[in-house]
């Protein structure tokens, strides 16, 4: 079946901890994307990949890492968490620029 | 940036028609998607609109007008299942293709 996965779909944790939320597609797609989601905002892109090893960043950037190292993950790495990036998580995978978008199932992430 | 605007909220009868808005800059425009989001879900892919006119698929048809730079997603036969959000997105295409979100509107069908 074609899907996005993404570990862990809940997460609570404390200011300052390392945590990595992975993110993992298994339909060949080129193009990958975090996005946050908040009340009131919308969905707002943090980084984007375009291919291994090329990520770039979106519109909220800051306080988050990502990597591409193989096509099908596209982790998202927050060294020093901090409350303000509580918020609704979501990877995406699309095949080309302008080709329809999946999304993972999300991850919940409280910083205490 | 690129802003995409639609109102925040609607409310409809069940069995009815609605039509939910959507406008965005024209400059380096692409096409346009619909997704559906139920409250804390991901959101699917409901159409991409990239030529001028209506697009109908069963129940939901999506229309696009690139001069205008607005897009309408019409729902009919409203039912209850329908309840969601439905973000539009704009893609601004180049090789990195970015794709940016509205906001989203909360749609809430009432029997």
């Known amino acids: 079946e074609a899907q996005v996965t993404q570990n862990p779909r809940y997460l609570i944790t404390v200011t300052g901890k390392k945590l990595t939320v992975t993110c993992s597609q298994n339909?060949?797609?080129?193009?990958m994307s975090w996005y946050r989601q908040d009340p009131g905002l919308g969905l707002r892109q943090i980084y984007y990949?375009?291919?291994?090893?090329?990520?770039d960043k979106g519109d909220v950037p800051e306080g988050y890492k990502v990597s591409r190292k193989e096509k099908r993950n596209f982790p998202l790495i927050l060294e020093s968490p901090s409350p303000n990036q509580t918020s609704l998580y979501f990877c995406?995978?699309?095949?080309?620029?302008?080709?329809?978008?999946?999304f993972g199932p999300g991850t919940r992430l409280t910083v205490l | 940036g690129q802003n995409i605007d639609q109102p925040t909220e609607m409310t409809a009868t069940e069995g009815a028609i609605v039509q939910i808005n959507c406008t965005y800059q024209?400059?380096?425009?692409?096409?346009l998607f619909w997704y559906q989001q139920h409250a804390g879900e991901a959101p699917t892919f409901l159409s991409y609109?990239?030529?001028?006119g209506l697009e109908e698929k069963g129940r939901f048809s999506s229309f696009l007008s690139r001069s205008k730079g607005y897009s309408y997603l019409l729902l009919k036969e409203l039912q209850m299942k329908d309840s969601a959000s439905y973000l539009c997105?704009?893609?601004?295409?180049?090789?990195?293709?970015?794709?940016?979100f509205g906001k989203g509107t909360k749609l809430s069908v009432k029997p």
């Open positions: 024209t400059s380096g425009f692409n096409g």
């Open positions: 339909m060949n797609h080129e193009y």
């Open positions: 990949s375009m291919n291994v090893e090329v990520t």
């Open positions: 997105a704009a893609n601004y295409g180049g090789s990195q293709g970015n794709l940016i």
């Open positions: 609109n990239v030529l001028d």
């Open positions: 995406a995978s699309r095949r080309g620029s302008t080709d329809t978008q999946y």
